[in-house]
């Protein structure tokens, strides 16, 4: 492991009114505080006149403690009309899968918190269904399977949200959770709850959309990362890809590219997430990938 990946980092996220003299004013903070600026982004939105900056910092070369770095840059802030976040990468985040009967998503996710790929602590997975238990549970984590009863799903939304809340949750991963969230749920848990599904093109609803696409000769198919909104699918987007299909393919392999890409996408975004890559503005994401 090299000594870049043992590091100690602190990470500025800012999103602002443009103005010239951001990057130089939040840079010479910094310098006087002595901290050295490992990796830095900024985006210009020209068209909504928003400015957009992540820092990481070296958090030995500072000569102060997160809470005074905190309390130094908030005139900084104020000075700007920032919002702003401040995080220190020690502190790894909370965070609960949820699944349904599909394992594809929940497999990789595992395999990749285990390989140390993502800077999280999966603190729980809940379940409508009790087929991941064994899986779940051979990775030391805790299973609550929660069943929904279809003819009355809040009482089973409630004791989810209680759940999470229990759990100390930071981020929630639907990774092929196929149960449609509450609004009152996704309004609390709001750029916390981060989905996956299917895009094709045309986009095809209901049951064996695989199937479906290969009925109409599709020759993309892909998938779309976002976070969870009251409307279904239609959050703001973290990541997307996309896979070339062709008549020699089978409703099968359409599957299985499908599956391949779905994991893939899901892992990304989660990962851009809990490194503090993606700001949310309005219903879409300026990600610094």
């Not at 939040?26 to 985006?43: K, L, M, N, P, W």
Request: glycine content about 6%; proline content about 4%.
């Amino acid at each position: 492991m090299s000594i870049f990946s043992q590091s100690h980092y602190y990470r500025l996220v800012v999103s602002c009114p443009d103005q010239i003299g951001i990057v130089a004013r939040v840079s010479s903070f910094i310098a006087q505080q002595g901290g050295s600026i490992t990796e830095a982004s900024q985006h210009s939105d020209l068209e909504t006149g928003r400015f957009f900056m992540r820092y990481e910092i070296l958090a030995d070369s500072l000569g102060i403690t997160l809470e005074a770095l905190r309390e130094g840059f908030t005139p900084v802030a104020e000075e700007f009309n920032m919002q702003w976040a401040l995080t220190d990468t020690k502190r790894k985040p909370r965070v609960v899968l949820m699944v349904s009967k599909e394992s594809h998503c929940l497999v990789d996710l595992l395999y990749r918190w285990q390989a140390g790929e993502l800077a999280c602590d999966i603190v729980g997975v809940i379940s409508n269904h009790d087929a991941m238990r064994a899986l779940t549970e051979w990775y030391g984590i805790p299973y609550y399977h929660l069943p929904v009863d279809p003819q009355n799903k809040q009482p089973a939304f409630d004791a989810i949200e209680a759940k999470i809340e229990a759990l100390d949750t930071d981020c929630v991963v639907l990774a092929r959770y196929m149960q449609i969230l509450p609004p009152a749920l996704c309004q609390r848990y709001r750029g916390r709850v981060i989905n996956i599904h299917h895009s094709f093109l045309p986009s095809f609803a209901g049951a064996k959309p695989y199937h479906q696409a290969y009925e109409r000769g599709v020759k993309l198919i892909g998938a779309t990362c976002h976070y969870v909104t009251e409307e279904l699918d239609a959050g703001p987007i973290i990541e997307q890809d996309i896979h070339r299909v062709s008549h020699c393919h089978t409703p099968t392999d359409l599957v299985r590219f499908g599956r391949d890409v779905e994991k893939a996408v899901l892992a990304r975004g989660l990962r851009w997430h809990l490194e503090d890559r993606v700001i949310i503005h309005g219903n879409k994401t300026v990600v610094f990938s």
